[in-house]
């Protein structure tokens, strides 16, 4: 039986169809799979090991709705009862009026005084079919339209990071630029605050985390750079 053996490195970089480890100890994951004795990448991304789990991070590609996902999307229509929703992805979704007020609405009412052509809402994903209808709500802690500020988009796949670990990485651009953030598990952002120079700042910390989220000690880094910005 062949020794199983590692052939990459924990944030390393590998395109589709590269050989990342061999035997059969380690285990493919999200971005990898099986194929007889070795464990090869599907996709061009990130490396990610934990134990003898082997999963790639993508680098580049569409955001793929999840049931449980919260994203920023806009309305693209508004219909009889519900509205059309552009998700930045390959597919639509539909907000039903059920689910998008606790208010009491009558047949018939006009649904642009609620939410308009144009309009940005922050929606929680109910559920996936198989064939990729969306459900969406607007019940829940910060479900809500987005008023003011400025809407910019970033790569899906490198949200976790954006975020960070309990909310740390975004808790840092908003405490230094005192604006307000929300990021889309669709790579979708809002950012708003009272000063325009903070709030531009924010949009290029979040650009800048994008960048170069692949390096480690990131939070550290941004903290020094937003120190001395916001001297500047």
């Not at 050989?19 to 490396?47: F, H, K």
């Not at 309990?166 to 000063?195: I, P």
């Amino acid at each position: 039986m062949t020794e199983s053996k590692l052939l990459v490195q924990d944030k390393q970089i590998v395109v589709p169809g590269e050989e990342l480890a061999q035997g059969m100890d380690y285990l493919p994951s999200s971005g990898s799979y099986r194929d007889d004795n070795s464990i090869v990448s599907q996709v061009m991304g990130l490396v990610r090991i934990d134990g003898k789990v082997i999963k790639i991070i993508p680098l580049t590609g569409k955001y793929l709705p999840k049931r449980n996902d919260v994203i920023i999307a806009q309305v693209t229509d508004v219909a009889y009862s519900a509205w059309t929703l552009n998700t930045f992805s390959a597919y639509n979704a539909m907000l039903s009026l059920k689910e998008a007020t606790s208010e009491y609405i009558e047949k018939g009412a006009d649904l642009t005084k609620f939410y308009n052509i144009g309009d940005y809402i922050v929606v929680k994903i109910t559920n996936v079919t198989s064939q990729k209808l969306i459900d969406v709500t607007m019940k829940g802690p910060g479900l809500r339209k987005l008023r003011k500020g400025r809407i910019f988009q970033v790569n899906s796949h490198k949200v976790p990071r954006i975020i960070g670990k309990q909310g740390s990485m975004v808790m840092v651009v908003k405490n230094h630029t005192n604006t307000q953030v929300t990021v889309g598990q669709n790579g979708v952002v809002w950012v708003y605050g009272e000063d325009p120079k903070m709030e531009n700042l924010a949009e290029k910390a979040i650009k800048k985390i994008e960048a170069e989220s692949h390096t480690d000690g990131l939070t550290d880094k941004m903290e020094k750079w937003l120190s001395g910005e916001v001297k500047k």
